[in-house]
């Protein structure tokens, strides 16, 4: 079946441009995570979700990032106003309920 | 607080060689589940393995196996007769049963395994 999916692939954006990343999570999943993952780190949790609700935003680095999921399934993260520091690669997962987790193939971030 | 430390940053073998990449993780809950994760180059993240904290039986899957010890809070990870299609990135996770976190992993910061021929 169809695992999760990101799009875009790779974005670069100017300091100060919006940017959006898409999430579509495996069909039924009901939590949804972002994770960003800075080279050669590990990913780190951003924000959770269960269905359409946002659960856990605690890792959001500031005020700038903010993510939704208005109808339970696909999600997007924006961040506002790009800064240098956020390049990275965001990481989606889907998981049923509390199993293990499905990636996709991430977005990769550069900030110029 | 919840931390999981993966002390080798990089281990290189030659093919056939037996190889344990090293986790050791912090949590103050009494129930957690602890994962491994491979990250080949192409950077997707594949699932290998979850373990929840009453089961310490080991596991073993063809050529990989685990080894968890509570009594030493570490999780760690064999793989024999190594393969170069191991060549990878292996991260050690941790969730813990907290609900609205929904299971969110806390991740090591990887251990680069590179199998030569």
């Known amino acids: 079946g169809a695992g999760v999916s990101q799009s875009p692939r790779y974005k670069v954006a100017k300091r100060g441009q919006d940017v959006a990343l898409r999430c579509d999570p495996i069909?039924?999943?009901?939590?949804l995570f972002w994770y960003q993952q800075a080279l050669g780190q590990g990913p780190e949790f951003l924000t959770y979700?269960?269905?359409?609700?946002?659960?856990?935003k605690s890792g959001l680095p500031s005020d700038r990032f903010f993510a939704e999921r208005p109808e339970g399934s696909v999600s997007t993260l924006k961040i506002q106003r790009t800064q240098q520091e956020d390049s990275a690669v965001y990481l989606c997962?889907?998981?049923?309920?509390?199993?293990?987790?499905?990636f996709g193939p991430g977005t990769r971030l550069t900030v110029t | 607080a919840q931390k999981v430390t993966q002390a080798q940053t990089e281990i290189s073998v030659v093919e056939k060689e037996d190889v344990t990449l090293d986790c050791v993780y912090e949590?103050?809950?009494?129930?957690?589940?602890l994962f491994w994760y491979k990250q080949p180059p192409s950077g997707e993240l594949v699932f290998l393995i979850r373990?929840?904290?009453?089961?310490?039986q080991n596991e073993i899957s063809g050529r990989y196996s685990w080894n968890f010890q509570k009594s030493t809070s570490s999780f760690n990870f064999t793989i024999t007769a190594s393969q170069v299609v191991d060549s990878a990135v292996y991260f050690c996770?941790?969730?813990?049963?907290?609900?609205?976190?929904?299971?969110?992993?806390?991740f090591g910061q990887g251990t680069e395994l590179s199998v030569k021929p």
């Open positions: 997962a889907s998981s049923l309920r509390r199993d293990e987790q499905y």
């Open positions: 069909s039924g999943h009901v939590s």
């Open positions: 979700f269960q269905n359409e609700a946002q659960l856990d």
């Open positions: 949590t103050r809950d009494t129930t957690y589940y």
């Open positions: 373990r929840n904290s009453f089961d310490e």
């Open positions: 996770a941790l969730s813990e049963s907290i609900y609205n976190q929904g299971g969110k992993l806390i």
